[in-house]
């Protein structure tokens, strides 16, 4: 596949343990036209015949997700979503600990990039968004260091 479509890496081991399913749509996106070209290659297509039935059900799912256009929009989609989630998820994880006003600003931040790029389907995300900030990172001590 390497050879094929001339990717590096796929898929990273991602030191932001919380991040990797992210990471590795983001990379799967990113490198779209390699995959869509590497199974149209004839190389692809030997090593289909080599393949037992079973093994060809699998191949056969995994082309029909590269081509389908749904699998692409959703993806795009989960990576705009998360993709600011993810900067504000590796302030808090890194060693260099942020400051907890930088992490509230770059939060409320994310939040409009996030509803500037979904649209009307914002609220759905602002709710878990806000689920889990409350739960864990909205304390009085926390919001104290804000101002």
Same mark, same amino acid.
């Given at each position: 596949? +390497?050879?094929?479509? %001339?990717?590096?890496?796929?898929?990273?081991?991602?030191?932001?343990?919380?991040? &990797?399913?992210?990471?590795?749509? *983001? $990379?799967?996106?990113?490198? %779209?036209?390699?995959?869509?070209? !590497?199974?149209?290659?004839?190389?692809?297509?030997?090593?289909?015949?080599? #393949?037992?039935?079973? *093994? +060809?059900?699998?191949?056969?799912?995994?082309?029909?997700?590269?081509? $389908? %256009?749904?699998?692409?929009?959703?993806?795009?989609?989960? &990576?705009?979503?998360?993709?600011? #989630?993810?900067?504000?998820?590796?302030?808090?994880? $890194? *060693?260099?600990?942020?400051?907890?006003?930088?992490?509230?600003?770059? !939060? *409320?931040?994310?939040?409009?990039?996030?509803?500037?790029?979904?649209?009307?389907?914002?609220?759905?995300?602002?709710?878990?968004?806000?689920? +889990?900030?409350?739960?864990?990172?909205? %304390?009085?001590?926390?919001?104290?260091?804000?101002?």
């Amino acid at each position: 596949m +390497r050879t094929e479509a %001339q990717i590096r890496e796929l898929v990273r081991p991602a030191i932001t343990r919380f991040a &990797t399913n992210f990471l590795a749509l *983001d $990379s799967i996106l990113k490198h %779209q036209a390699d995959l869509k070209r !590497m199974t149209n290659t004839r190389g692809w297509a030997e090593n289909y015949m080599k #393949l037992n039935r079973k *093994d +060809r059900k699998k191949a056969n799912i995994v082309v029909g997700l590269i081509d $389908s %256009q749904t699998y692409w929009k959703d993806i795009a989609g989960v &990576t705009t979503i998360f993709g600011p #989630l993810v900067k504000v998820l590796r302030m808090v994880d $890194s *060693d260099n600990k942020a400051e907890m006003a930088h992490l509230y600003e770059a !939060m *409320d931040r994310d939040k409009f990039m996030i509803k500037k790029n979904v649209g009307k389907g914002y609220k759905k995300c602002w709710t878990m968004i806000d689920k +889990r900030w409350n739960n864990q990172l909205h %304390q009085d001590i926390h919001a104290a260091g804000y101002f």
